[in-house]
């Protein structure tokens, strides 16, 4: 069981452009975000991710206590808060689940991911949203790629290996995340996450 250590010296964030309730409205802007995935835990001898905005500042960060690939771990803000609680369901030992619950404490997932398909090297999976129907696509080509999809096609959110300002590449467990307008980062990250654990980064 993973465990939550909320932080304790919290910098001021100015919140003024970002909805911070993800029970009650998405945290989204109105333009393009960049975020840096460190698949690395801020806890010493612990797994999990780091995702940091453009101004260097923890956004989001995953602090798991267990062996990698634990079978749930959360999703915090930078003041512990959790966002998401995410569960692996092992209905099929080769193809496992991944239901995603809000902090809400509903008992209806947010979102589950299930594999589809594997083509070519790269790994698709289906993210279904109960709520409403919808569904997103999630195309994990490796470690340090993927990309997410709407059910239209259009790409919401895609992660590469980091490059420095010079073009050298950061190791694989670096990535540079891009979010397009007006989608949820929580809801990207925590895909995110579960790509991490699929990959057993985290």
């Known amino acids: 069981m993973a465990r939550v250590h909320p932080i304790l010296v919290v910098p001021r964030i100015d919140n003024s452009s ?3 309730s993800p029970c009650s409205e998405p945290y989204m802007t109105s333009k393009r975000e960049t975020f840096t995935i460190w698949m690395k835990s801020l806890v010493m001898q612990g797994n999990g991710c780091t995702a940091y905005d453009e101004n260097g500042e923890i956004v989001y960060r ?3 206590y267990d062996n990698k690939h634990s079978n749930e771990v959360y999703l915090m803000d930078l003041r512990g808060k959790v966002l998401f609680t995410l ?3 092992k209905m099929c030992v080769f193809r496992p689940n991944w239901e995603a619950y809000e902090s809400n404490g509903s008992d209806t997932p947010f979102f589950r991911v299930r594999k589809s ?3 070519g090297g790269e790994s698709s999976y289906k993210v279904t949203m109960p709520s409403d129907g919808s569904c997103y696509i999630l195309e994990a080509g490796g470690k340090s790629t993927f990309r997410i999809r709407d059910g ?3 790409v919401v959110a895609e992660a590469k290996r980091k490059q420095s300002s010079s073009g050298l590449e950061f190791g694989d467990d670096v990535l540079s995340l ?3 307008p007006h989608v949820d980062h929580s809801f990207i990250m925590a895909l995110v996450t579960v790509y991490g654990l699929i990959k057993r980064q985290i």
Request: hydrophobic letters at 35%.
């Open 178 to 180: 891009v979010v397009e």
């Open 117 to 119: 398909k594997i083509f």
């Open 18 to 20: 970002v909805s911070t």
């Open 87 to 89: 569960c692996e369901q």
């Open 152 to 154: 239209n096609g259009g």
């Open 62 to 64: 995953v602090d798991n």
